[in-house]
């Protein structure tokens, strides 16, 4: 697949530290599905597979990181667990998803609520990492805090469709 536009956001990935905090804030199991919207080179799902051997879907439209992510996975040993995908998360399909995680924009959260809202099945949850989904409050929040100087303080936002 060709990259048809560029992406909307730079790479960010999510510090280590956060992701083991996350996935116990998004009450995975290993029953679920997890899909991560721009999963960069998929250390979110990697760590989901590697401890509750989820399976999972990640979303990205840079190549470069679809790759990335796919080698990931490899040399952890759950690519057998996870699919990479390029594609645009605008267009994308969720359906299948029970949980979705995203750290986007504000204005790309707003952008996606309704498309999340339309596929998700009743009881799917939703994560955001620092960015809520404007006037749509979250069932919960997370803060945590900065660990050393450099980092910053994380808060979690956490929906239930």
Do not use: C
């Not at 990259?3 to 083991?20: A, E, K, M, S």
């Not at 470069?64 to 996975?73: D, F, L, V």
């Not at 949850?125 to 050393?148: N, V, Y």
């Amino acid at each position: 697949m060709t990259l048809l536009r560029q992406p909307d956001i730079g790479y960010i990935p999510t510090p280590h530290n956060v992701t083991r905090s996350l996935l116990d804030f998004a009450k995975i199991t290993p029953s679920d599905i997890l899909y991560d919207l721009g999963s960069g080179d998929g250390r979110i799902l990697i760590e989901a597979a590697k401890q509750w051997e989820t399976r999972g879907v990640g979303i990205d439209i840079d190549p470069k990181r679809i790759q990335q992510a796919q080698e990931n996975a490899e040399t952890a040993g759950v690519d057998n667990l996870l699919e990479f995908r390029q594609e645009d998360l605008f267009k994308s399909d969720f359906r299948e998803a029970t949980v979705v995680f995203i750290y986007l924009l504000p204005h790309l959260n707003l952008r996606l609520r309704s498309r999340l809202q339309m596929q998700l099945k009743s009881g799917s949850r939703i994560i955001s990492k620092d960015f809520d989904m404007g006037d749509w409050p979250p069932l919960h929040t997370l803060s945590l805090p900065a660990k050393t100087e450099d980092d910053e303080e994380v808060t979690l936002y956490y929906w239930q469709v």
